[in-house]
């Protein structure tokens, strides 16, 4: 690895890079019943096999009339109309509606041949077998046409949508109970570092345990896909080079997380370096936490190194990974982005960035008499205790000199 | 039911009812795999077994130095210091450092006897055996101390915290690899309505595909709970009680999503007011959509009557009854709001509300040029359309009268 390629890229950059090379995405397709699609991504247009509602439905409690006969009708002069009967819910009208006829109709009650509107209920009055109509319709008035909702063969669900309940929802109103899905793409997860053991281990002196494999594994399931863990990886060349072929055969997207040393990360490069091409994209992220982050594409997948802080490791995943895994998700290109989850709170006390980089700032979170107060977690490495108090991040754009205490914040939750 | 029992409450006024009634939350709780509890309530308070990280560890790549060795020196007058080893990654120093030695040391390597401080790599220069020390350091400088993340007994998780990914990892990071956490409470979802017949049937004319069972579990499962189904009722007194009993017997809540006319609605409040003390509390919110909301508290259990019309109940399932639900996984009541998934986006039409009541406005989400586009999506009762179409909410605060269109608008994200 020559040493000028130390080459920092724009968190922006690095995903539009990343994009621009997967030509594999939406990997796999799976048929799954639609009540259990919540979450996954569609893919096939969705078309509607009929028209729907598929009859002349009422769109109010009232009663269907032939709106010429209410033409000109007000409070001082009422139409009166005989009551023919009552459509009854889920069954079709056994009569007709001839001239100055009416008939009860609930909300989304089957229209009577012969009647073109429904006149509420709250302008009616009703005295014996006779309805006084205080308020004329207009033909069509209230009442919902047969391919109103939704027509036969228009797309109501396009390929790369994320699965909603309203999705769901609407699959289910057509009558479609299985729907074709992107299958979950795998993203391995590899620790590495000497000092690093397994956590249900007692560390000796020197160790501390692999808290990245558990915590990534959390945020990859988190974000919709399938984890599979490599374990840790000892400092040595050739080991991490096995194991990180055996995860990019195996996987969609490898993660690396390296140890905090420089040692572990050059290690971490040369392996990048000969996984396969293109190989190393890039060697850092105008990111605060995330610089020493690297990016790779070998064999047709993303690979990653993400810092061996378990804070910056995630702040990286959350940046960068996810929107990668999106696509791997097949979720479309164009798709709105998802957004984060925000609470506003005031800020306890005064932020400065002099990094030039974007830069999160995890916070803590208290209430204090209705208001939500953020709290910066500074310390150089209070790895688990700033794991345990972070809630959010407060985002700071690049450029900016920071926040003064007193301002109120937007905070990205991390829940 | 006498007829002046109309009360339209407010959501917060509603929510905070039901919590009040509510004492039976966080109701069981269970024993898992810390790698599989994110999304899950910790049902206790989890203390630090021992201090972390246990020893004093480097929080630079550089040199463990006696502190005082390098006082006064600068880059015109370095201190010289020579190499007495290099610290292995996860193994205690084999040696001591004495006056004017230095010994090589990595992030997180841990600290050799005799050392007080860590000197920055990119503050020495290496000659042979010699270092030179561009930089003086005071005692503790780059130096984590043995309790300086995490003390012994000290909380790190809080009882009702919502476990993240970062939680993960500092339960990890302790070497605690399972978790006490509340169980999920179970969620009886009953459709009513003479029309609504199961959506894999062919609806004969006049009737429609019951919606909400399955858009009401995606959501319930989304929510953390688990869903249960009891089918579709006929509007039938008898009926709809028996199956109301025995959901209420099975499950920690209750929904019942009533069908779109009056009549069903009557029949649920009949239903509901007859289930158990203290019954029925409210008749209606001031929301819209979901008027027509009912809420009750039978048997120490939240039950909730849903406006029929999919979307509106899926708008008072998220805003009334998640909230709800939370306190039934057991999540604290001073916990933070989740806050909504939310976007920025340029509102295409103008949205007059004159309803007096707080307002969510669905809309389509589209990219034009980089930009989001916000529509809103009206119509009387496009419900499959609507579901299909709608990506979020635009929320109108009580007492607006509405927003321009041109404004930018904070879309609440549907998926």
Sequence with gaps: MPDDFLKLVHLNEAVGVLK??????????ENIKVENACGRVAAEDIKAPTDMPGFERS???????????????????PAYLNIAGEILMGKPAGFEIRESEAARISTGGMMPPGADAVVMVENTEVDGGTVEVFKGVAPGENVILKDEDVSTG???????????????????????????VFGLPVVGIISTGDEVIPPDREPSPG???????????????????????????????????DTSNRGLDDCDCLMISGGSSMGTRDLTIEVLGRLGEPGLLAHGLYLKPGKPTLIAYCREKPVFGLPGNPGSALAVFNELV??????LRGEAAENIPRGARVVEAVLETSISSATGRMELV?????KENGTIIATPIFGKSNLIGTLARARGN???????????AGATVTIELLD
């Design 207 to 241: 160790q501390v345990r692999d808290i990245n494999t558990c915590l990534l594994k959390a945020a990859v399931e988190k974000a919709g896909c399938i984890s599979k863990s490599y374990g840790i990886v000892k400092d040595e060349n050739e080991l991490l080079f």
């Design 322 to 327: 996810v929107p990668v895994l999106k696509r």
């Design 20 to 29: 621009g090379l997967m030509t594999n995405t939406g990997l796999t397709t």
């Design 362 to 366: 995890p916070v803590s979170l208290e």
């Design 154 to 180: 228009s797309i109501v669900i396009s390929k790369g949508t994320l699965i909603s309940p309203t999705t769901v929802g609407a699959m289910t109103g057509l009558g479609l109970m299985e729907i074709e």
């Design 394 to 404: 407060i985002r700071i754009p690049e450029g900016s000199e920071g926040i003064e």
């Design 59 to 77: 769109a109010m409690d009232g009663f269907a009339v032939k709106a010429s006969d209410t033409f000109g009708a007000g409070e001082s002069l």
